[in-house]
């Protein structure tokens, strides 16, 4: 039998929602990515740490289709990502295709990419009335609802300028959450922020990731956030997860010495 066979219902029901199978990225003779395998489940919440440079932005960004993979297949539900099933064989997806599966996915980023000009309710319902079609209407009385739900029914009108870097980041994640993704990925999306605002963002999400039973893939360098948040904590070094598991057992008792090297150095950094 080939791998287009259906899954039957039960496998469809222990199918992960994103699955990563022997994914490469190089650029040149720079491999960011090697040969990794991640499998993710609907509704799971999991973190990525690790050092600088250990692939973890480029594993969001190759899910967004921000950058082209080099070899392995992306999955989500069970669809390929960046390819097409055409007689049996994968060919290279479309723009059509890689548009369609795009609108599954959300992100927010760690400079939160919001358009200066445009008051915060254009932010919020420009993609959805270009994208998804929604009529005027409805797309303000999504972006009321959602701004309600961040905290800032009352900042509809002014332009991001006018706002704080958290309440920006509020804004990002509402405007990410418009396009009602199912997965919502997060790259470092309170680096930017005094500290006195970290707070408010990482709150926002915890509520709308619960709200919306939203499967969550995070980059993050708030290690306390990480524990409180995630139900799997994958440490990436060197374009592979070098170890994961649960919050409790990776951040009390990590089994690598890598792992542990580097949580010492990001939770006791004058140690
Ligand atoms: N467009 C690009 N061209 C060449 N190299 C790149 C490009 N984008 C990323 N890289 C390299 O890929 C590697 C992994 O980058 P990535 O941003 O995924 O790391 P990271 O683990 O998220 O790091 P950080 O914590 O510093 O953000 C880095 O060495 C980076 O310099």
């Known amino acids: 039998m ?5 899954a039957s219902p039960d496998q469809t029901s222990a ?41 973890k932005s480029t594993v969001l960004r190759i899910l967004m289709t921000l950058e082209t993979l ?24 479309s723009e059509a295709h890689l548009r369609k599966m ?39 009385s999504r972006a009321t609802e959602l701004l309600e739900r961040v905290g800032l029914a009352d900042h509809a009108n002014k332009y991001p300028g006018q706002l704080s870097g958290g309440q920006q980041q509020r804004v990002g994640i509402a405007r990410a959450l418009m396009m009602r993704p199912r997965i919502m990925l997060f790259d470092e999306p309170t680096s930017a ?11 926002v999400i915890r509520t709308l990731a619960d709200e919306h039973d939203l499967t969550v893939l995070m980059v993050t360098h708030e290690m306390s956030f ?3 948040f995630s139900d799997r904590v994958c440490f990436f070094d060197k374009g592979r997860i070098h170890e994961q598991g649960t919050p409790e057992q990776i951040f009390t008792d990590p089994r690598e010495a890598r792992t ?10 004058d140690g």
Do not use: C
């Not at 080939?2 to 259906?6: A, C, I, K």
């Not at 990225?25 to 491999?31: F, M, S, V």
């Not at 542990?260 to 950094?269: I, K, M, Y």
């Open 2 to 6: 080939s791998s287009q066979t259906p």
């Open 15 to 55: 199918r992960p929602l994103v699955r990563f199978s022997k994914v490469t990225k190089r650029y040149g003779e720079h491999t960011v990515l090697d040969d990794l395998d991640l499998d993710v489940a609907a509704g799971e919440k999991v973190t990525i740490i690790g050092p600088s440079g250990s692939g």
């Open 70 to 93: 080099s070899d392995g297949l992306i999955e989500i539900d069970g669809e390929p990502l960046w390819h097409e099933r055409r007689t049996d064989q994968l060919r290279p997806a």
């Open 102 to 140: 795009r609108g599954q996915l959300g992100m927010v980023f760690q400079q939160f990419n919001l358009f200066p000009h445009m008051s915060v309710q254009r932010n919020l319902t420009e993609a959805p009335r270009q994208v998804l079609g929604l009529s005027r209407k409805e797309a303000q």
């Open 193 to 203: 922020l005094d500290p006195e605002l970290v707070g408010e963002v990482l709150h």
């Open 226 to 228: 990480a524990r409180r």
């Open 260 to 269: 542990r090297e580097f949580l010492r150095a990001v939770l006791e950094p």
